[in-house]
């Protein structure tokens, strides 16, 4: 169990630096990400052997993300999106919208009435879930960007010696 | 130290020119309104901005209120690229703090580093391997993430292609999806005996829209509903494409 878990950290891990090569990210941050990517992920699934329902698991690993990313953004002088965004990708459900979908195209084409409301029944159980884990990603990664985003700027000097500044700035105009 | 009256033009030629730079390298639509409004307060100017998907709209106001500026710029297609994100945001604080002047800042943004960070072979690769990643992760064994590997990368390299040669974006997704799914529908389809239901789902998944999905819902959040409808609608068509392209492999081989 433990280590078939530590795996797919590994793996979470890889998807997250693929996806950073994509967007092209910065250097610097390909560390963070893989680390991000994996605990973000481990949380999800960990919570999902607990039984905390999809959903509810979707969102607090993309929270746990959207919180880390905050902290790199600090450590690693780069937007907090850079690390959050390649991070939650992983985490997307494909394997349901690819079932929602072939399930679609099967039902434009059945005829027999109960085959279809079996049918209908997954087609909208599948389609439902991929929908409710991405607002869930999306929400769960946003808020923490939110209430941060007064502290996320990062200020070499303190905010006292920059008030000053724009002060004199102003009475010099 | 003052820092040197630009000229109306120039100041905001420039802000326009980094509000689209920030714009098709993906930043959400709080972020262009923000870093804009801080280089032109270093500048002790008042900015309003309009952001859509394909222009920006400014107008500056210069602290007399006699001197005004107004133009619209048509910003290009989304090509993302978050080290242009990160090298900007930091050039911004960087143009408060030490209070650089117009010629200055027009001299860092042409050194700004805009080419791709990573060799496209490196970039082939790492996607590839994060689409093997995904197949674990949903399950697949060996054989599977093998050929999720093989299919993202020729995948990946169709959609470079064909956007090098200038096809519409979705036409590239589509293309991308059923080039990745026709390849592992081939496989299966000569080797029925095996199930390679898990490489088929997951080799498509590079495609995904995430940028624009997440950029959508924070815009949401921010209250631009026009632009995070605009986006949503975006990542919606992207989605099409990609089944579509999912669909034709599946027919093709007659696979469900």
């Not at chain 2, 000229?7 to 262009?32: C, D, F, H, P, Q």
């Not at chain 2, 100017?45 to 619209?72: E, G």
């Not at chain 2, 990160?86 to 030490?98: A, F, H, L, Q, R």
């Amino acid at each position: 169990m433990d280590f078939a878990l530590l795996e797919k950290g590994i793996w979470l891990g890889f998807a997250g630096i693929g996806f950073g090569a994509l967007f092209n990210v910065p250097r610097r941050t390909l560390a963070a990400i893989y680390i991000m990517s994996a605990l973000g992920g481990l949380l999800k699934f960990y919570m999902i052997s607990l039984e905390f329902g999809l959903v509810f698991a979707a969102f607090c690993g993309s929270s746990l993300i959207g919180f880390l990313s905050v902290l790199a953004a600090h450590y690693r002088k780069a937007p907090p999106m850079t690390f959050s965004l390649p991070a939650l990708i992983p985490m997307i459900p494909g394997f349901f919208a690819y079932k929602a979908m072939v399930g679609v195209m099967k039902l434009t084409a059945e005829k027999d009435p109960e085959v279809y409301s079996t049918l209908f029944f997954e087609t909208a159980k599948n389609g439902l879930s991929a929908c409710f884990i991405i607002l869930a990603l999306s929400a769960g990664v946003a808020i923490p960007l939110l209430i941060a985003r007064k502290e996320t700027v990062k200020r070499i000097k303190t905010d006292k010696v920059l008030e000053m500044q724009l002060e004199n700035l102003e009475e010099e105009n | 130290m003052e820092i040197a009256k630009p000229n109306k033009y120039e100041l905001g030629e420039m802000l326009l020119e980094i509000g689209s730079l920030l714009i098709v390298a993906g930043a959400n639509t709080e972020r262009v309104k923000v870093t804009i409004s801080r280089i032109a307060g270093a500048f002790c100017c008042n900015s309003d901005l309009m952001i859509t998907n394909h222009a920006l709209m400014l107008t500056l106001t210069y602290k007399d209120n006699i001197k005004t500026f107004t133009r619209v710029k048509w910003v290009p297609n989304m090509h993302l690229n978050f080290n242009l994100i990160s090298d900007i945001s930091t050039m911004s604080w960087k143009i408060v703090e030490e209070k650089w002047s117009v010629e200055r800042i027009n001299n860092e943004m042409k050194l700004l580093d805009r080419r791709p960070l990573y060799p496209r072979a490196l970039v082939l690769f790492l996607v590839a391997l994060a689409g093997a990643s995904f197949c674990r992760l949903f399950g697949g064994g060996m054989a599977e993430m093998i050929l999720c590997f093989l299919g993202t990368f020729l995948g990946l390299f169709v959609r470079q292609e064909t956007v090098k040669l200038k096809f519409n974006f979705y036409l590239c997704i589509f293309f991308a999806a059923l080039t990745s799914s026709f390849l592992v529908g081939a496989y299966w389809h000569f080797n029925p005996d095996q199930d390679f239901i898990h490489a088929l789902s997951t080799s498509v998944l590079f495609l995904i829209p995430g940028v624009p999905m997440i950029n959508s819902f924070s815009d949401f959040i921010d209250g631009n509903i026009l632009n995070g409808t605009t986006r949503g609608v975006n990542v919606l068509v992207i989605a099409f494409a990609i089944a579509l392209g999912l669909m034709v492999s599946l027919l093709i081989f007659n696979l469900h």
